[in-house]
């Protein structure tokens, strides 16, 4: 027998409604400076990913993190993320940019065959990094930067987040009580983009709706 536990988890889809709802807000009007008590970090990357999971905890009152700045490829991303943060963040256009502002960390969001480089100038610059995972390509990549770091003094982090979620916390204090027995084959969905795939729907139903009305069969 197996005892199904119930875990309470804010769902993907109110959580992207809260992101919406918040980056519409600071939209518009002056945006104060980053309070002086604030870690002030560089954000490197700031496409869908960035507005979808890191801009709701950024934009929090209370959080203890503020962004100094943005560097991305794109003018017109930077300036999203600069619309949609609640303080005032600088437009950045190289890593060194971000050390002489001040910020002492940075953010790496930006595609996965970036992060080694980003990370390791930015190590390389002083700076303390957050990268979002892959740290790299390989292993050897990952022990390079991991070196880097202790020889720097800094504090090199990967966002491996999943593991403290309560559904995953849950599952695996199942397993590890050996409470379902032996795991033949395991099943895993997860989500982390509903906007996207509600676009995709109300498109699939255009495109048959329009071939009902031409009488093609569905």
């Not at 099943?187 to 995709?200: K, P, S, V």
């Amino acid at each position: 027998n197996v005892t199904m536990e119930r875990v309470n988890v804010r769902p993907t889809a109110l959580r992207q409604m809260r992101c919406q709802w918040d980056a519409r807000v600071h939209r518009f009007g002056p945006k104060p400076p980053p309070p002086s008590n604030r870690l002030l970090c560089g954000l490197i990357g700031a496409g869908s990913f960035f507005k979808y999971a890191y801009l709701p905890a950024l934009n929090r009152k209370h959080s203890p993190i503020s962004i100094s700045g943005v560097l991305t490829r794109s003018g017109r991303t930077a300036g999203q993320a600069q619309q949609a943060l609640r303080f005032a963040a600088r437009n950045f256009d190289s890593i060194e940019a971000i050390r002489k502002s001040g910020a002492t960390s940075v953010l790496i969001l930006s595609p996965n065959h970036l992060h080694f480089d980003l990370a390791r100038k930015a190590l390389e610059a002083g700076l303390n990094v957050f990268c979002e995972k892959p740290l790299a390509n390989n292993v050897a990549g990952a022990l390079a930067l991991k070196t880097l770091a202790n020889k720097a003094g800094r504090v090199l982090i990967v966002d491996f987040n999943q593991r403290f979620l309560d559904r995953n916390r849950v599952l695996k204090q199942v397993i590890t009580e050996n409470r379902i027995g032996k795991i033949e084959s395991v099943q895993a969905f997860h989500n982390q983009d509903l906007t996207g795939q509600m676009q995709d729907i109300k498109k699939l139903r255009k495109d048959k709706l329009s071939a009902w009305q031409v009488g093609e069969e569905d």
